[in-house]
């Protein structure tokens, strides 16, 4: 059997893991993922074999999570969050598509890859737990922008975040800063006030669902990369979003405006 | 105890139900639902009190679900797929922001509202069940539009298909038709054939992981809403998306362009 899993795990909470990620995983044989997800996921993964590589090896690690498979064994290649977005799916693809177009793959078995069995399993991504934490942010049109230019042009960033600006949309920021990154968050704010209210508000979830949670719900004029890390989502709500406050409670919420019909 | 669960089930399979959205019905006596909803959850609903409005009545099940809560009962509000994605959590936000502002709210209890205890459980949307089934469409930057006008001007959605066409995003197009609405989808796609080649990978999938699933990858210059109904989600690619073949498997994906690094 030759099985790959390509598996979301959710942002953290395995109450947010659904049964089909939970299956996929424990009908594996060897998983290939970063450590911290495994670590996440505790005791579903005992007695699997693990597969790690350090951050920023993530060619490699899909590279290793097909050839693994394509030796015949059943594999599931994780990420947190819904694997289909800025994670490791895309990778597995990718280089399937250099197999098939018989380009260089870094594999000496990549012609066996072909007959691979693949399936994805979706999971909830880091918009959704932030959404829902703070209400209902993406309640309307919204879109993802991944702030690193590592791979993609910071031309081709900046676009996007006008093209997010002038559409209203609410915007979710993956990727917002990292160790080498520092300035791409501050920018893309600047580029969004030409467009929307500096009052906007503005969630920043840091390590969603997780014990570690924490969560800050400011303004546009006052988010700052300083206050964000790797484990950070950033949502700048649209020109219609709002902030309301019920005593204790807090929400965020962007109207479809069924309430206009009362 | 005063509690409003609002829970998102996922596209329909119980396989991608989070074990916190199927807590959260367990714990409600209350569940208030469009009837096929609560069929496709089946033995999970089995000794609760069903409220079902007829669709169309979206504002009168949240301010039923609110009142419910309010009476001292604990609720689950439940839509398929992500239940803050265009869907009926943020009706209850829009509700209690007119309470706390002291406008009409169409309830005679609506002060009581403020005392219900909320949470929002994510699930996983139309548009991640789509991608993954057909392998990594959402692989990088991405935008939802809801193409419907009932509440929304469509000069500003069709402004947003500007913006996404400019922007270069993988658009998912929300409510795609309606037996009303059925011009809004070709037009649409003429905005996005303005800025996209005609030949990039669009996805039409419909009931997407129930029994009758129907899933057809094609291209823009072919999209035509004769071939889409209520149930389908239509992910159109940017321009970047590849549409590959691999004996009888197709596959679409959007690149991140790691495999440049090789």
Not at 59 to 86: E, H, M, N, P, Q
Not at 164 to 191: C, E, H, M
Not at 232 to 249: D, Q
Request: proline share 3%.
């Amino acid at each position: 059997m030759s099985k790959l899993f390509i598996v979301g795990t959710g942002p953290g909470d395995l109450e947010y893991l659904a049964p089909k990620a939970q299956k996929s995983i424990a009908a594996s044989s060897d998983l290939v993922a970063y450590g911290l997800y495994l670590d996440l996921l505790g005791e579903l993964c005992k007695g699997k074999v693990h597969h790690d590589l350090p951050l920023g090896e993530e060619i490699g690690r899909a590279r290793l999570a097909l050839d693994l498979a394509a030796s015949g064994k059943t594999v599931s290649l994780i990420s947190s969050g819904d694997i289909g977005i800025y994670a490791m799916a895309t990778l597995v693809f990718e280089l399937l598509d250099l197999e098939l177009q018989g380009k260089e793959t870094g594999s000496v078995n990549s012609n066996k890859w072909l007959d691979v069995d693949i399936e994805v399993v979706p999971g909830i991504s880091a918009m959704q737990a932030g959404a829902s934490r703070v209400g209902a942010l993406l309640g309307h049109d919204f879109c993802t922008i991944s702030l690193s230019d590592l791979l993609t042009p910071w031309q081709t960033i900046e676009k996007r975040i006008h093209s997010a600006g002038q559409g209203d949309f609410v915007v979710s920021f993956y990727n917002p800063v990292s160790k080498k990154r520092d300035w791409q968050l501050n920018t893309a704010r600047d580029i969004l006030l030409e467009y929307r209210p500096a009052s906007i508000p503005v969630l920043i979830g840091r390590q969603l669902t997780r014990v570690d949670e924490n969560i800050v719900i400011t303004t546009l004029d006052k988010l700052d990369a300083k206050d964000v890390d790797m484990f950070t989502l950033v949502s700048v709500g649209s020109s219609e979003s709002r902030h309301i406050i019920n005593g204790s409670k807090e929400w965020v919420y962007t109207p479809r405006g069924y309430s206009k019909k009362l």
